[in-house]
């Protein structure tokens, strides 16, 4: 399929790999950039974008979306989560198999895969089941779903009971090289619908103490000891947690992290009176492990942001708050929360948006080995001969969230009636604008 040929014009151009942020201009050819700054004497672009004002930076890679797809299309469809996607500037999305049949099979993974690629839309990698239906008893084909184009393996949100198929699931991944992706999260404890404290109490919520994912991280990380597996653990939520990790990090352990928007910004007291958009996984916490969090993810224990994406409809959130289906939207929120944390905790932006790019580029690079990654190149970074997926926003531009005015499915998020900074003027994926404002 030929690309036409792109000149990115006038912008702020940030490349976090390198630590770039200059003003440059940006050349786009056949789906990789061309040129950065020394564009070619007489060069004649196809299409120029004008981006005076705006940043040019890497398409953001965002690691925990559902798209809703196969199973739970009244939440949310491919091509409207993709869609929302591309509006948040996010080029690259890694789907959790937690949907409907599970993605426990290769028929089905390159099925999702066949479909969002006809769809020219923003890249999806799936992760497959660790084990058949996440019911934590029997492995997969491990070898068979990563030909398919899995990119590392995962639980989603259903906690690993048996401490034997962990073990065993980890060696076999670490003989092939394989990722392993998990929520830290002992299944008894981790039953509540509220993090554990007085608030939940009075409120009157079963509480999910922090141990429940302190002890998940003790056994997590004395099977990576013994095993040497390279596991990625996802949306960390508490202080003690990120203190683990910081730990395990500095022995040298083969782990890497990452922390959802919504943990980042809110905690316990949002959930004011039983409000259903505060139900989710993990349950939001206290302002210490709130303070805990933005401080690993700017000193870069934190390894990536995630939006953790999970459209809900309607019903399913318009009940009780503990019958409530936690998750909330956030694929067009990622971007903007981004820039509120850097910009209320004086973060300079090339690392904030490290986060979103070069960070989690590194995590699906180590989890993928030689599958979907080698095809779709270095992802999260602007450099000569690499990939064109790019962002372009305006850091000036406020804008207040309005969930009816969101592209996704799922329209409860959080973050209603929030004024957020950064608006995604132009999404490129493989050198073909997919997105413009």
């Given at each position: 399929?030929?690309?036409p040929?792109?000149?990115?014009?006038?912008?702020?151009?940030?490349?976090p790999?390198?630590?770039?942020?200059?003003?440059?201009?940006?050349?786009?050819?056949?789906?990789?950039v061309a040129a950065?700054?020394?564009?070619?004497?007489?060069?004649?672009?196809?299409?120029?974008?004008?981006a005076?004002?705006?940043?040019?930076?890497?398409?953001?890679?965002?690691?925990?979306v559902r798209l809703?797809e196969?199973?739970?299309?009244?939440?949310?469809?491919?091509?409207?989560?993709?869609?929302?996607?591309?509006?948040?500037?996010v080029t690259?999305?890694?789907?959790?198999?937690?949907?409907d049949?599970?993605?426990?099979?290769?028929?089905?993974?390159?099925?999702?895969?066949f479909?969002?690629?006809?769809?020219?839309?923003?890249?999806?990698f799936?992760l497959?089941?660790?084990?058949?239906?996440?019911?934590?008893?029997?492995l997969?084909?491990?070898?068979?779903?990563?030909q398919?184009?899995?990119?590392a393996?995962?639980?989603?949100?259903?906690?690993?009971a048996?401490?034997?198929?962990m073990?065993?699931?980890?060696?076999?991944a670490?003989?092939?090289?394989?990722?392993?992706?998990?929520?830290?999260?002992?299944?008894h404890?981790?039953?509540?619908?509220?993090?554990s404290?007085?608030l939940?109490?009075?409120?009157?919520?079963s509480?999910v103490?922090?141990a429940?994912?302190?002890?998940?991280?003790?056994?997590?990380?004395?099977?990576?000891?013994?095993?040497?597996?390279?596991?990625?653990?996802?949306?960390?939520?508490?202080a003690?947690g990120?203190?683990?990790?910081?730990?395990a990090?500095a022995?040298?352990?083969?782990?890497?992290?990452?922390?959802?928007?919504?943990?980042?910004?809110?905690c316990?007291?949002?959930?004011?009176?039983?409000?259903?958009?505060?139900r989710?996984?993990?349950?939001l916490?206290?302002?210490?492990?709130?303070?805990?969090?933005r401080?690993?993810?700017?000193?870069?224990?934190?390894?990536?942001?995630?939006?953790?994406?999970?459209?809900?409809?309607?019903?399913?959130?318009a009940l009780?708050?503990?019958?409530?289906e936690?998750?909330?939207?956030?694929?067009e929120l990622?971007?903007?929360?981004?820039?509120?944390?850097?910009r209320?905790d004086?973060v300079d932006?090339?690392?904030?948006?490290a986060?979103l790019?070069?960070?989690?580029?590194?995590?699906?690079?180590?989890?993928?080995g030689?599958?979907?990654?080698?095809?779709?190149?270095?992802?999260?970074?602007?450099?000569?001969g690499?990939?064109?997926?790019?962002?372009?926003?305006?850091?000036?531009?406020?804008?207040?969230v309005?969930?009816?005015a969101?592209?996704?499915?799922g329209?409860?998020?959080?973050?209603?009636a929030?004024e957020?900074?950064g608006r995604?003027?132009?999404?490129?994926?493989?050198?073909?604008?997919?997105?413009?404002?």
């Amino acid at each position: 399929m030929s690309h036409p040929s792109l000149l990115i014009k006038n912008g702020q151009v940030v490349d976090p790999a390198r630590n770039f942020n200059e003003k440059a201009d940006l050349v786009l050819v056949n789906g990789a950039v061309a040129a950065i700054d020394n564009v070619a004497t007489g060069f004649q672009a196809d299409q120029t974008i004008d981006a005076g004002g705006c940043i040019v930076m890497p398409g953001l890679i965002d690691l925990a979306v559902r798209l809703r797809e196969p199973g739970h299309e009244h939440a949310g469809m491919l091509a409207t989560e993709l869609a929302a996607a591309l509006k948040g500037g996010v080029t690259s999305v890694v789907c959790p198999p937690d949907t409907d049949p599970v993605l426990d099979e290769p028929g089905l993974v390159e099925m999702l895969r066949f479909r969002s690629e006809k769809m020219q839309s923003a890249r999806v990698f799936p992760l497959g089941a660790l084990t058949c239906n996440l019911k934590g008893e029997v492995l997969t084909e491990m070898l068979a779903l990563t030909q398919a184009g899995c990119v590392a393996f995962s639980q989603a949100e259903v906690p690993l009971a048996n401490t034997l198929v962990m073990l065993r699931a980890l060696q076999y991944a670490s003989t092939f090289g394989f990722g392993v992706w998990l929520r830290p999260q002992e299944m008894h404890l981790g039953q509540g619908v509220a993090a554990s404290g007085p608030l939940a109490t009075r409120m009157g919520l079963s509480g999910v103490p922090v141990a429940a994912e302190t002890i998940a991280l003790h056994t997590v990380f004395e099977l990576v000891r013994a095993t040497g597996a390279r596991v990625h653990l996802c949306r960390i939520s508490s202080a003690a947690g990120i203190a683990l990790v910081r730990q395990a990090k500095a022995e040298g352990l083969p782990v890497t992290c990452d922390v959802s928007i919504n943990s980042l910004h809110l905690c316990d007291v949002d959930m004011g009176f039983f409000d259903s958009r505060m139900r989710l996984n993990p349950p939001l916490r206290q302002q210490r492990d709130r303070d805990a969090l933005r401080a690993a993810l700017a000193d870069g224990t934190v390894d990536a942001l995630v939006s953790d994406h999970t459209p809900v409809d309607e019903d399913a959130k318009a009940l009780p708050f503990a019958e409530s289906e936690p998750g909330a939207t956030g694929l067009e929120l990622l971007l903007s929360l981004a820039l509120k944390w850097s910009r209320d905790d004086g973060v300079d932006l090339c690392t904030a948006l490290a986060r979103l790019t070069s960070g989690p580029a590194r995590v699906l690079g180590s989890a993928s080995g030689q599958t979907a990654w080698s095809k779709a190149g270095l992802l999260g970074q602007l450099q000569v001969g690499g990939v064109a997926d790019v962002c372009i926003f305006d850091p000036t531009a406020d804008w207040i969230v309005q969930a009816d005015a969101l592209v996704s499915q799922g329209k409860h998020t959080p973050f209603s009636a929030y004024e957020l900074p950064g608006r995604v003027r132009c999404t490129i994926v493989g050198g073909r604008v997919a997105y413009q404002a």
